[in-house]
């Protein structure tokens, strides 16, 4: 386990696949996720064996201090020799939206990924109509570095994708 203030972070499991299908058939909670349509039990086990074997992800479970699973964070694309990942986080659980927990996740995971990992940058994407997204990375430390414009097709019309990132010795210097 990795402890946050009001968050704990575990490795995800298995048992996890059922609730993951269950979040990612609601559209509210997929609606600022790459995946755009719901998933079947099958692929979310391949997914998960996938990730089994890939060194360049690291991806966690986030749970409450009660233990209630509420979402999932990671580290993509993970670069060892530039030390540098992408970070992506979903919270399924719609009651937990809005709370603080996204934010104590991303710092939780950030420690772990500057001090335990010795990265030296963490970068997302993020849709530019996400704005609790957008407010929870910059209260986290990130900062904006460009725009993909248009590169994203959602809702019947194309929309950009910002890109941001916190470097190591923001994150500390914090």
């Known amino acids: ?60 479970s986030i749970e409450t201090a009660d233990s209630e699973h509420i979402g999932n964070i990671g580290l993509h694309n993970i670069n060892w020799v530039h030390r540098h990942a992408e ?27 500057f001090q335990e990992l010795n990265l030296h940058r963490v970068s997302l994407r993020v849709y530019e109509d996400n704005v609790r997204g957008i407010r929870a990375y910059q209260k986290c430390g990130f900062a904006p570095e460009g725009r993909s414009r248009e590169a994203i097709y959602r809702k019947g019309r194309y929309c950009d994708e910002l890109l941001m990132s916190i470097l190591r010795h923001e994150f500390e210097g914090a």
Do not use: C
Request: hydrophobic letters at 40%; zero cysteines; glycine letters at 6%.
């Open 87 to 113: 970070l992506g986080i979903v919270l399924g659980e719609k009651q937990f939206w809005g709370q603080g927990y996204g934010s104590d996740a991303i710092r939780t995971l950030l420690k772990f990924a």
């Open 1 to 60: 386990m990795i402890y946050g203030e009001k968050t704990r972070l575990r490795r995800i499991e298995r048992q996890d696949l059922a609730t993951f299908v269950r979040w990612f058939s609601d559209p509210q909670v997929r609606e600022f996720l790459v995946l755009n349509r719901p998933i079947s039990m099958a692929e979310e086990e391949q997914w998960f064996e996938n990730q089994l074997r890939d060194h360049s992800t690291e991806i966690f």
